[in-house]
Structure formats: structure tokens, C-alpha cells
């Protein structure tokens, strides 16, 4: 009887003992779950945000590649660019594009893309190379080129892809040569900024619309070159793109976020900032 | 007994509060382990559904580019022409599945193009060497057969003319049942009066009027004015080294059809210009060197057949027959002409091997007709099944393919080529 008093003291006192380690257990997980779920919910954080930019530089990168691909079958295509129209038939056939088409294009847009394939978010350059044979070799022939030559800069400059498509070069009834049209297409914010104007500037043109504001993020200084109608971005090495309506610009002295308040009068497009 | 009772129920409540701090314990580290993996779970899915989905809207929008590029490869190439024939590369592959063979024959001007090579230095540029594959099968097409008979008008082949006026058209008739064959046949000027040997009656002379004119048999006397030099310093009669040589030049009534099989043959059994040699009767020209009128006539035959693709099967009639002669109304034996037999075998066989035709010796005259019955089935081209060039895909890759229908314009049918890119 004693002993067995004895052993449920012993039972209580450990349980007691026990009791006393639980309590201090649950005073280290408790804050230690806390600091793990913050741990966690700012990995979430960071995972959407992370996974949030990615989205957008895949998304610039597909309109990019779109872009690309778009520019050069509208090119090789359409019979308002290069495609070659046959006289007999009146018919347009595909990927095969006009030798008299290409001299002029290379003559008439040396330095701006032209209206039929212009992109308003990317500024590119085409260069067409034909191929021949040549002592049983095969050789670059001729080489024509056209499209923008001046593209963002720096911090201005965002992303560029270079694509290739094959096409067939027309002189003659007789003469037709295999070439590749390769198009160096550039994202940056003077293009941006230029393909907003211009599109306003159609707008205004056609009188959808009689005055308008965008917000633009430029890294450098902008200002309009009247003598050329350029609109120029002022970065280490300036560069300038065509524009197709000429422009009262006020000059954006520091890069920023701007709003671009945007009317036309007299003929020109009157832009403040 | 008082402190046991108590002691129990205080170790029954003491049990009871262990087990509920212990669930309590278990389900604070459950909720943070459920909380951690909805969380893994929801940067798992913004992973999956959120940058995959770029991700594969731009795979996907680069391989339309890729799929527009093979396209447009396509395009570059079958439109672009060939430089010597002016023909486009559609046009040519066209041509090639008629004729059933890589290289196409387009005469002496612009001479022999070979097609699988023309499309594989634009491919390779294109594509690159070791990424593409084009195959296009070859219709089964039995190209026409033009024949230019070339026909010794003296008097030793009055019963072999007599055979083929007999027979001929019915031959004629019965290929044309398989495919298109038409047949000119160009008598040498001079016209021997015909007799028959022992009772020495007259049986015409040799002339057109002998051959039914079809609308696929023809017959027309090789004149000088159609054929300048015939008969050069020997008889015009016997000249069919220069009578072949303007019926390579010529072609046959209805002119050279674009890539048809031409065959020309002479019947004979004399050297061009007749085995008298002018008279003097020496068979010279047996000797190369010598450059004889005859072996010039020869020459002429096979230079204008090897450039006009004439394959020519000459027939040498026996040499060594009596013949009836209505003008001295005898039979005479042709011992001159049985004389030159070597050097009219060397001859025809020289004609025969340079243009890659094939010569018979007729035994009798009724084996004329059954000897160019031999010579047109002889003629039947090897096709090929298809036109390949390029590299057999291997396997494992990504294949994007190109379906063209290629016009055999000279048959009126299709037939389809099949391109592969692969990178």
C-alpha cells in the first residue's frame, strides 16, 4: 500500500515535470511558425512580383517576335510594299518580291520605315541579299537596304532581334533569284514614343480626333529636330527617328514620366509636356 | 485509501491536459506545414500557369515564324530561275518528272541542267546543308517517240521499202496504242525504178506515193533545197550521212516536240553516197585519215544527231544480192556494194555507238519492219521513281513539312513535291 503511494507521487511529480517542458515547447514553436509563415507569404511576394516581370519581358519579347514576323511577310506580301504584281495575270504571288520595288524603297527610305510595314511600337532596318552562282560557288549578289537607321540608345534601349525570311527577287520574266530578307528590329523608348505620336498624328489627320494626352517614360532629354522632322533622344550619342507629321514639340529637358498633352493646328501637331 | 482516491484524479486530470497540449502542439505544426505547401502550391501554379504560358504563347509565336520561313524557303527557291534555261525551278522540277531524270536535256544552246543540283545550292544557302529533304515522285509518264526515217532510194532497196510501205503503218498504229509515236520518213533524192528479179516487171518507183499519209505517218523526198550538200561529191540517192543530218536538224513533219525521244534511222546498204566512192570504187574512206566524202557525210549524220539528242539505229540491208535492173531490163549482182559490206557495218556502227543507238543487219527485207519494232521498244528510258535531293531526315527530329503541286505541263497531269526542314 505504501509503496504503491509512494509510485503515484513519483507519477505525479514527473508529469508535473513534463508539463512544465510542454509549456516551454509551445513557446518555441509559437513564434518560431510566425517567423517561417512571414518567411513564406514574403517568398510568395516575391515569387508573384518576380513572376509578374518575367510575364512582361516574355510579353515584350512575344509582341517583338510577332512584330518580326508580321513586318516581313507584309513585306514580301503586299503589293503596297515589295510583292511583285505579274501584268498578265494581275495576280500577287507569295514571298516573291519586285526588283524595281526594292531599288525603290531603298532609294526613297534610306533613313524611315516605310508606311506600308511601319511598326508604332518598334523601329527597324531590312536588308534584302540575293544569291547566285558563281564558279560553282554560291555568292551574296546584290544588297539592298531601307528602314530606320537610328534606334534608342543606353538605358533607352530595351531589347533588339534580328530575323530572316527567304524570298525570291524578281527582274525579269526570265531572271528570278533566290535572296533572304532579314529584318533588325528594335524596342526602345524613342520608338515608342515616336510610334505614339505618329499614331496621333493619322488621328489628327483624319479628324477622329482633335486632341489627346499619353503618359511616356523617356531616360534622356527629348527635343524635335524641325529642319529634318525628327524627333531626337538626347542620350550619350544622340539618335533621331522620322516622323510623319512635323511637330511643335516642347522640349523634355530630364528624362521621367511625363503626360504628353497632345492637339493639331495649322498643319502641324502641337505637343506639351 | 483517501490520498490514493485523491492522487488518481489528479493524475486522470494531469492525462487528460497532457493529451489536449499534445493535439494542441500537433495542430499549431500541421496548420504551418498546410500553410507551406498552399503556399509552395500557389508559386508552383504562378510558375506553371503564369511563365509557362508566355512561355509557350512564345514558342509558339516563334515557331509560326519558323513555319512562315520554311514556307517562304519554299517559295524563294521553286520561283527562282534557273539562269541558262530561264525556267523557274517549279518549271524545271516539272520537266524532270516527265522526262523521269535528274538532268534534263535542253538541247545544243543550253545544253544539260541537273535539277537535284540547282535545287540543293538554293536549299543549302536557305535551310543550310543538312536540313532539308525534297522528294517529288515521278508520274508514270511514257514520253512521245518522234522517228525520222532516213531512206536509200536505189534500186538495191526497192523490196525493203516495199516491206515498210507495207507495214509499217500497222506498227505505227500499234504502238500508238501504249503511247504517242509518229513517224516521218524522208526519202533520199533519186527514186529507183523498182522491177522484180527474173521477169524483170516494173513496179514503180520509190516515192511517197508508196506510203499512206497519216495523221502520225508522213512521207517527204529530201531535196537539196531542204538538205544543202546531199549527195556531196557522190550520190544523193545513197547520202543518208547527210540525209540524217538534216533530219536531226530538221526534225521530223511536225517539228521536235520539247523533250520527246527522238530516233533516227537510216536504211541502207551502201556507205553515204553510195559504196562506188564516186565511181572510183575504192571504198577509201575506210581510212579515217583519209577524210574521204563519205566518211565527211558520216560525220555530218553523227555531229547533227549527238547535238539534236537523234539516237540513231541504222538498218543495213544485205549488200550482197541480186538486184533487177529495168534499164539494162537484166539482173546484176552488186558486187561493189557487196565489197564495201565491212566498212557500211563500221560506219553504221560508228553512227550507231556515238549517239547511243544500235545497229541491225537485216538478212532479209521482211525484217525491216520487225527491226524497228525492236528499235522503238528498245528505246524506253530507265525512269527514275522520284527526284530527291537533300538529306534523309533523321530520325527524332522535329519535322516541318511543305506540300507543292508541281504542273508536268508537258502531260497535263501533277505531280506533288514534298519538302522537309528540319533544325
Given at each position: 500500500?505504501?509503496?504503491?503511494v509512494?509510485?503515484?507521487i513519483?507519477?505525479?511529480?514527473?508529469?508535473?515535470?513534463m508539463?512544465?517542458?510542454k509549456g516551454?515547447?509551445?513557446?518555441?514553436?509559437?513564434?518560431?511558425s510566425l517567423?517561417?509563415t512571414i518567411?513564406l507569404?514574403?517568398i510568395?511576394?516575391?515569387?508573384i512580383?518576380?513572376?509578374?516581370n518575367?510575364e512582361?519581358?516574355?510579353q515584350?519579347?512575344?509582341?517583338?517576335?510577332a512584330?518580326?514576323t508580321?513586318?516581313?511577310?507584309?513585306?514580301?506580301n503586299?503589293e503596297?510594299c515589295?510583292?511583285y504584281?505579274?501584268?498578265?495575270t494581275?495576280?500577287?504571288?507569295?514571298n516573291?518580291?519586285d526588283?524595281?520595288?526594292l531599288?525603290?524603297?531603298?532609294?526613297?527610305?534610306?533613313?524611315s520605315?516605310?508606311?506600308c510595314a511601319r511598326?508604332?511600337?518598334?523601329?527597324?532596318?531590312?536588308?534584302?541579299?540575293?544569291?547566285?552562282?558563281?564558279?560553282g560557288?554560291?555568292?551574296?549578289?546584290s544588297?539592298?537596304?531601307f528602314?530606320?537607321?537610328?534606334?534608342?540608345?543606353?538605358s533607352?534601349?530595351?531589347?533588339?532581334l534580328?530575323?530572316s525570311?527567304?524570298?525570291?527577287i524578281?527582274?525579269?520574266?526570265?531572271?528570278?533569284r533566290?535572296?533572304?530578307?532579314?529584318?533588325?528590329l528594335?524596342?526602345?523608348?524613342l520608338?515608342?514614343?515616336?510610334?505614339m505620336l505618329?499614331?496621333?498624328c493619322?488621328?489628327?489627320?483624319?479628324?477622329?480626333?482633335?486632341?489627346?494626352?499619353?503618359?511616356?517614360?523617356?531616360?534622356?532629354p527629348?527635343s524635335?529636330?524641325?529642319?529634318?522632322?525628327?524627333l531626337?533622344s538626347?542620350?550619350?550619342?544622340k539618335?533621331c527617328?522620322?516622323?510623319?507629321?512635323?511637330?511643335?514639340f516642347?522640349?523634355?529637358k530630364?528624362?521621367?514620366?511625363?503626360i504628353?498633352?497632345?492637339?493639331?493646328?495649322?498643319g502641324?501637331m502641337?505637343?506639351?509636356? | 485509501?483517501?490520498?490514493?482516491?485523491v492522487?488518481?484524479?489528479?493524475?486522470c486530470?494531469?492525462?487528460v491536459?497532457?493529451t489536449?497540449?499534445?493535439?494542441?502542439?500537433v495542430?499549431?505544426?500541421?496548420?504551418?506545414?498546410?500553410?507551406a505547401?498552399?503556399?509552395i502550391?500557389?508559386i508552383?501554379?504562378?510558375?506553371?500557369y503564369?511563365?509557362?504560358?508566355?512561355?509557350?504563347s512564345?514558342?509558339?509565336?516563334?515557331?509560326?515564324?519558323?513555319?512562315?520561313g520554311?514556307?517562304a524557303g519554299?517559295?524563294?527557291?521553286?520561283?527562282?530561275?534557273?539562269?541558262?534555261?530561264?525556267?523557274?525551278?517549279l518549271?524545271l522540277?516539272?520537266?524532270s518528272a516527265y522526262?523521269?531524270?535528274?538532268?534534263?536535256d535542253f538541247?545544243?544552246?543550253?545544253?544539260?541542267?541537273?535539277?537535284?543540283?540547282e535545287l540543293?545550292?538554293?536549299?543549302?544557302?536557305?535551310?543550310?546543308?543538312g536540313?532539308?529533304?525534297l522528294?517529288?515522285?515521278?508520274?508514270d509518264?511514257?514520253?512521245?517517240?518522234?522517228?525520222?526515217?532516213v531512206i536509200d532510194?536505189?534500186?538495191?532497196?526497192?523490196?525493203?521499202v516495199d516491206e515498210?510501205?507495207?507495214?509499217l503503218?500497222?506498227?505505227i498504229?500499234?504502238?500508238?496504242?501504249?503511247?504517242k509515236?509518229?513517224?516521218t520518213?524522208?526519202l533520199?533524192l533519186g527514186?529507183?525504178?523498182?522491177c522484180?528479179?527474173?521477169t524483170?516487171?516494173?513496179q514503180?518507183?520509190?516515192?511517197?506515193s508508196?506510203?499512206?499519209?497519216?495523221?502520225?505517218?508522213?512521207?517527204?523526198?529530201?531535196?537539196?533545197?531542204?538538205?544543202p550538200?546531199l549527195?556531196?561529191?557522190?550520190q544523193?540517192?545513197e547520202?543518208?550521212?547527210?540525209?540524217?543530218?538534216?533530219?536531226?536538224?530538221?526534225?521530223p513533219?511536225e517539228?521536235w516536240?520539247?523533250f520527246?525521244i527522238?530516233?533516227?534511222?537510216?536504211?541502207s546498204?551502201e556507205?553515204p553516197?553510195?559504196?562506188?566512192?564516186?565511181?572510183a570504187?575504192?571504198?577509201?574512206a575506210?581510212?579515217?585519215?583519209?577524210?574521204?566524202?563519205?566518211?565527211?557525210?558520216?560525220?555530218?549524220?553523227?555531229?547533227?544527231?549527238?547535238k539534236?539528242?537523234?539516237?540513231?539505229?541504222?538498218l543495213?540491208?544485205?549488200p550482197c544480192m541480186?538486184?533487177?535492173?529495168?534499164?539494162?531490163?537484166?539482173?546484176?549482182?552488186?558486187?561493189?556494194?557487196c565489197d564495201?559490206?565491212?566498212?557500211v557495218?563500221?560506219y553504221?556502227n560508228?553512227?550507231a555507238s556515238?549517239?547511243?543507238?544500235?545497229?541491225?543487219n537485216?538478212?532479209?527485207?521482211?525484217?525491216?519492219?520487225?527491226?524497228i519494232?525492236?528499235?522503238?521498244?528498245?528505246?524506253?528510258p530507265?525512269?527514275?521513281?522520284?527526284?530527291?535531293a537533300?538529306?534523309?531526315?533523321p530520325?527524332g527530329v522535329?519535322l516541318?513539312?511543305?506540300?507543292?503541286?508541281?504542273?508536268?505541263?508537258?502531260s497535263?497531269?501533277?505531280?506533288t513535291?514534298y519538302i522537309y526542314e528540319w533544325?
Open positions: 500500500m505504501k509503496s504503491s509512494k509510485n503515484s513519483k507519477n505525479f511529480r514527473n508529469i508535473r515535470k508539463k512544465g517542458q516551454q515547447l509551445s513557446y518555441i514553436i509559437k513564434p518560431l517567423v517561417m518567411v507569404l514574403l510568395l511576394y516575391n515569387s512580383q518576380n513572376f509578374g518575367r512582361r519581358q516574355a515584350q519579347g512575344l509582341d517583338l517576335t512584330d518580326a508580321n513586318i516581313l511577310l507584309v513585306l514580301a503586299s503596297d515589295l510583292a504584281r505579274s501584268a498578265v494581275q495576280g500577287l504571288y507569295a516573291i518580291v526588283v524595281t520595288k531599288n525603290s524603297f531603298a532609294a526613297k527610305y534610306s533613313d520605315e516605310p508606311e511598326s508604332l511600337d518598334f523601329g527597324w532596318r531590312v536588308t534584302v541579299i540575293e544569291f547566285k552562282r558563281s564558279a560557288t554560291t555568292i551574296e549578289g544588297k539592298w537596304s528602314g530606320a537607321n537610328e534606334f534608342s540608345r543606353d533607352a534601349f530595351r531589347n533588339s534580328d530575323f525570311i527567304p524570298v525570291a524578281r527582274y525579269s520574266d526570265k531572271l528570278t533566290a535572296g533572304m530578307m532579314q529584318v533588325h528594335v524596342d526602345g523608348e520608338e515608342k514614343i515616336s510610334g505618329d499614331w496621333y493619322e488621328m489628327f489627320k483624319s479628324n477622329r480626333f482633335t486632341k489627346g494626352s499619353a503618359q511616356i517614360m523617356t531616360s534622356y527629348l524635335f529636330n524641325t529642319t529634318d522632322g525628327e531626337c538626347m542620350s550619350k550619342e539618335s527617328r522620322k516622323m510623319w507629321c512635323p511637330i511643335d516642347e522640349e523634355i530630364s528624362g521621367g514620366t511625363y504628353l498633352k497632345m492637339n493639331y493646328a495649322d502641324a502641337v505637343v506639351k509636356s | 485509501m483517501e490520498v490514493m482516491k492522487l488518481r484524479e489528479k493524475l486530470g494531469e492525462k491536459e497532457r489536449g497540449r499534445k493535439k494542441a502542439v495542430f499549431e505544426t500541421m496548420s504551418f506545414l498546410v500553410l505547401i498552399a503556399i502550391g500557389v508552383i501554379m504562378l510558375r506553371v503564369l511563365v509557362g504560358g508566355a512561355g509557350r512564345f514558342g509558339l509565336i516563334v515557331e509560326r515564324h519558323v513555319e512562315e520554311v514556307r519554299v517559295d524563294s527557291v521553286f520561283y527562282s530561275t534557273e539562269e541558262r534555261s530561264g525556267k523557274t525551278m518549271e522540277i516539272g520537266i522526262v523521269g531524270n535528274d538532268t534534263v538541247g545544243p544552246v543550253v545544253g544539260k541542267i541537273n535539277v537535284q543540283k540543293e545550292w538554293r536549299f543549302d544557302k536557305i535551310y543550310g546543308k536540313k532539308w529533304y522528294r517529288a515522285p515521278n508520274p509518264i511514257k514520253p512521245d517517240i518522234q522517228v525520222v526515217f532510194t536505189s534500186t538495191s532497196m526497192c523490196t525493203k515498210m510501205a507495207k507495214n503503218p500497222f506498227l498504229e500499234d504502238l500508238r496504242k501504249i503511247r509515236v509518229t513517224a520518213i524522208y533520199l527514186g529507183a525504178n523498182c522484180t528479179v527474173g524483170h516487171e516494173d514503180g518507183p520509190i516515192a511517197c508508196r506510203f499512206a499519209e497519216k495523221e502520225y505517218l508522213h512521207c517527204v523526198g529530201l531535196t537539196p533545197s531542204y538538205c550538200g549527195g556531196g561529191g557522190g544523193r540517192e547520202d543518208w550521212g547527210n540525209g540524217i543530218a538534216c533530219a536531226a536538224k530538221g526534225g513533219k517539228g516536240a520539247d520527246s527522238r530516233i533516227g534511222i537510216p536504211l546498204d556507205v553516197q553510195g559504196s562506188e566512192c564516186g565511181g570504187n575504192y571504198c577509201c575506210s581510212d579515217a585519215n583519209a577524210y574521204g566524202a563519205q566518211y565527211i557525210a558520216l560525220q555530218n549524220g553523227i555531229n547533227a544527231s549527238v539534236n539528242n537523234l539516237i540513231v539505229f541504222p543495213m540491208g544485205d541480186t538486184v533487177c535492173d529495168l534499164q539494162s531490163n537484166s539482173d546484176v549482182f552488186m558486187q561493189t556494194q564495201c559490206k565491212n566498212l557495218t563500221q553504221m560508228e553512227i556515238a549517239t547511243g543507238g544500235k545497229m541491225f537485216l538478212k532479209d527485207p521482211k525484217d525491216v519492219v520487225d527491226a519494232g525492236k528499235v522503238i521498244s528498245s528505246v524506253t530507265t525512269r527514275k521513281p522520284q527526284l530527291e537533300g538529306t534523309q531526315p530520325t522535329d516541318r513539312s511543305v506540300t507543292v503541286p508541281v504542273p508536268v505541263s508537258l497535263g497531269v501533277y505531280t513535291a533544325s
